[in-house]
């Protein structure tokens, strides 16, 4: 999933937080459901060939409660007014960008690591920008927005990203046009990924499902 080095690494505040969880025994706190929503939108061909994909990414405050300073894709906690996690996924959309999607893909599932105080259950779902409608910064909640390829985004921005978001974003950038990823959201696996981290030798670093050293 995150073959890049630097993409494995743990901010030093993470960390810590993971050896005072293992050290004191401590009992992991019940991840609240959530959902974010990657929006999509073709770049114009270019010589007849495809130009590509961009989405549309936020840079979270700093004085956020979770994720503070970091990219990400809008989204957010399911309220008990949602009737259901897409329900929610919609709402958080509209009330951060304005926009009014359509039709959502589920991408993948992930649930925040044991030893974070705040969890989440978040459904990554994948989507269309509306035609003619563009996002606008009206959530809040960011200091920067805007859109890039998500190859871009992880070149310039990956160091100042969660696990799930630069595995999104790698995934992402297989893909040529919109519809390649609606349909390869299709066939994806929805099992729920639950990012774990490896203490050895005093270096910290994210190991995921399917990883040789992923703990049982």
Same mark, same amino acid.
């Given at each position: 999933?995150?073959?890049?080095?630097?993409?494995?690494?743990?901010?030093?505040?993470?960390?810590?937080?993971?050896?005072?969880?293992?050290?004191?025994?401590?009992?992991?706190?019940?991840?609240?459901?959530?959902?974010?929503?990657?929006?999509?939108?073709?770049?114009?061909?270019?010589?007849?060939?495809?130009?590509?994909?961009?989405?549309?990414?936020?840079?979270?405050?700093?004085?956020?409660?979770?994720?503070?300073?970091?990219?990400?894709?809008?989204?957010?906690?399911?309220?008990? !007014?949602?009737?259901?996690?897409? +329900?929610?996924? #919609?709402?958080?959309? &509209?009330?951060?960008? =304005?926009?009014?999607?359509?039709? *959502?893909?589920?991408?993948?599932?992930?649930?925040?690591?044991?030893?974070?105080?705040?969890?989440?259950?978040?459904?990554?779902?994948?989507?269309?920008?509306?035609?003619?409608?563009?996002?606008?910064?009206?959530?809040?909640?960011?200091?920067?927005?805007?859109?890039?390829?998500?190859?871009?985004?992880?070149?310039?921005?990956?160091?100042?990203?969660?696990?799930?978001?630069?595995?999104?974003?790698?995934?992402?950038?297989?893909?040529?046009?919109?519809?390649?990823?609606?349909?390869? !959201?299709?066939?994806?696996?929805? +099992?729920?990924? #639950?990012?774990?981290? &490896?203490?050895?030798? =005093?270096?910290?670093?994210?190991? *995921?499902?399917?990883?040789?050293?992923?703990?049982?």
């Amino acid at each position: 999933m995150l073959t890049e080095p630097n993409l494995r690494r743990v901010p030093a505040a993470f960390a810590e937080r993971a050896r005072a969880f293992y050290r004191d025994g401590a009992t992991a706190v019940e991840p609240r459901r959530a959902a974010t929503v990657m929006v999509l939108r073709d770049l114009p061909h270019v010589a007849g060939a495809c130009g590509g994909i961009e989405v549309y990414l936020i840079r979270r405050r700093p004085t956020m409660a979770f994720a503070g300073g970091l990219y990400a894709f809008p989204g957010g906690g399911v309220d008990p !007014a949602d009737i259901d996690v897409q +329900s929610a996924a #919609l709402r958080e959309v &509209r009330e951060e960008t =304005g926009l009014r999607l359509r039709e *959502l893909h589920a991408w993948s599932r992930w649930i925040t690591p044991e030893f974070e105080p705040r969890r989440y259950d978040t459904w990554f779902y994948v989507a269309r920008q509306p035609d003619d409608v563009q996002p606008q910064d009206v959530g809040g909640e960011a200091d920067w927005v805007g859109w890039l390829s998500p190859a871009e985004a992880l070149r310039d921005h990956g160091a100042d990203m969660l696990p799930p978001t630069a595995v999104a974003l790698s995934e992402l950038s297989r893909h040529l046009t919109v519809d390649s990823v609606l349909a390869a !959201a299709e066939e994806r696996d929805l +099992s729920p990924v #639950l990012p774990r981290i &490896r203490l050895d030798d =005093g270096a910290a670093r994210i190991c *995921l499902p399917g990883d040789p050293d992923y703990p049982a």
